[in-house]
């Protein structure tokens, strides 16, 4: 039986962490069996990857994967500094999706989740049931999963249907 070419995959994981960190971004390879070459990675490592900006065993063939999958993530050509400067709206969203609140005392802004630290019984059934998210304090949003739930989040009436989940 041929081996089974490992196959880029990224991930998304939504976790209580530091102020500065409340998802993990991942990429790993898939031979079919299991993840393997984890890689976290900064939000400017993914766009520099997923964009196909820099070479990577997690692109290889260094395909923009933003614009393919529609996620409005990319690099802005900064006239001033002349540098790419990499930006991605929907990570700065995917904290929503676990808390009521945002959880530090550093902005005022509102999550989607029904409980204060956590989805609502509902919304978790939902993850689970649209994304493979069994459990939100320890699985990833993985590979098509990561690209529907990174469009998603940019969805005001799929927000909204989130947030009725409560």
């Not at 299991?34 to 400017?44: F, G, R, V, W």
């Not at 989805?119 to 304090?137: C, I, M, T, W």
């Amino acid at each position: 039986m041929p081996v089974p070419i490992p196959r880029p995959v990224f991930g998304v994981q939504v976790r209580f962490q530091t102020v500065t960190n409340m998802v993990a971004l991942a990429a790993f390879l898939d031979d079919g069996r299991a993840l393997t070459h984890k890689k976290l990675l900064s939000m400017e490592d993914f766009v520099q990857f997923a964009s196909g900006h820099w070479p990577s065993i997690y692109n290889p063939s260094r395909e923009n994967l933003l614009e393919k999958n529609n996620v409005f993530c990319g690099l802005y050509n900064d006239s001033a500094s002349l540098e790419l400067i990499p930006y991605c709206f929907p990570v700065d969203s995917l904290w929503k999706l676990r808390f009521s609140d945002f959880p530090f005392n550093t902005m005022t802004e509102k999550g989607w989740a029904g409980n204060q630290f956590t989805p609502s019984e509902r919304q978790a059934l939902f993850l689970k049931e649209n994304y493979g998210v069994h459990n939100v304090d320890t699985d990833f949003f993985l590979d098509t999963n990561f690209w529907k739930i990174m469009r998603d989040v940019q969805d005001s009436m799929w927000i909204e249907n989130y947030k009725a989940l409560k």
